[in-house]
């Protein structure tokens, strides 16, 4: 096997730090695996284990917890690339690998943002419980939408428009691991305590946003698909 794995095994909606930390570390990892009998799906299931249990451990009293919580993510973010070029190369790509994937992503985000509310609870600063609950139906909702939206990218990609265009060129690396940077920056500002409050408002907004624009953009192919030609 070649040492170097084909560009095309990229994932298209891959956000910038996938770029430039995870890929880069993936590769390697993927030649050692594609000749063992290990499943895509299994690596899927091990970053998302990974990743759950280092999201955990960021809210950790002790510097060393948050380390080793943010060296888990890491990990978690190397075996998330893996698992799709590991499937591409095997043409064993199926929906199951797909909603493993985005339910283990989805997972994580969910135990980063507990983590985060445990620490502040520690340090007396948690959100209510309407804050909470309101987060995680943002959550949710966004979910649901970038699902339907990629359910539906080959009927809506029949016609260039503005649309498609924000979806998966803005809205659509959201949902990567690049939002990590915000608590992160949060954390530098000193006012962590502001993150649940921004991140429901902001889950909420994402999903709305995303759903709109995903039905005026089916709206159009539709419309555009069903106008009668005109004879040359």
């Known amino acids: 096997m070649s040492s170097e794995l084909p560009p095309a095994l990229d994932n298209p909606r891959e956000g910038y730090i996938d770029r430039v930390l995870y890929r880069p570390l993936s ?7 594609l000749p063992t009998p290990v499943s895509p799906n299994a690596v899927t299931i091990a970053s998302t284990a990974v990743g759950v249990a ?9 510097r060393a917890g948050v380390l080793a919580g943010v060296l888990c993510l890491v990990v ?3 075996l998330d690339c893996s698992d799709g070029e590991l499937a591409r190369l095997r043409h064993a790509e199926t929906r199951l690998g ?6 283990g992503d989805t997972l994580v985000n969910l135990a980063l943002l507990a983590g985060i509310v445990h620490r502040l609870g520690r340090a007396g600063a948690a959100p209510s419980w309407p804050v909470v609950v309101a987060l995680v139906l943002g959550v949710v909702g966004a979910f649901a939408a970038i699902t339907w939206s990629e359910a539906t990218e080959a009927r809506r990609h029949r016609v260039a428009c503005w649309e498609n265009r924000v979806l998966d060129g803005v809205l659509g690396p959201l949902t990567t691991r690049d939002w990590y940077v915000f608590p992160v920056a949060f954390a530098l500002a000193g006012r962590l305590d502001w993150l649940i409050p921004a991140a429901a408002v902001g889950a909420h907004v994402f ?18 698909g069903s106008a009668p030609r005109v004879r040359q």
């Open 27 to 33: 590769r390697p990892l993927t030649r050692l695996l």
């Open 76 to 78: 978690s973010g190397v």
């Open 98 to 103: 797909h909603a493993l994937d985005i339910g």
């Open 54 to 62: 280092g999201a955990l451990l960021v809210g950790s009293a002790s």
């Open 207 to 224: 999903w709305v946003m995303t759903l709109g624009l995903l039905l005026r953009a089916l709206r159009t192919a539709q419309v555009q």
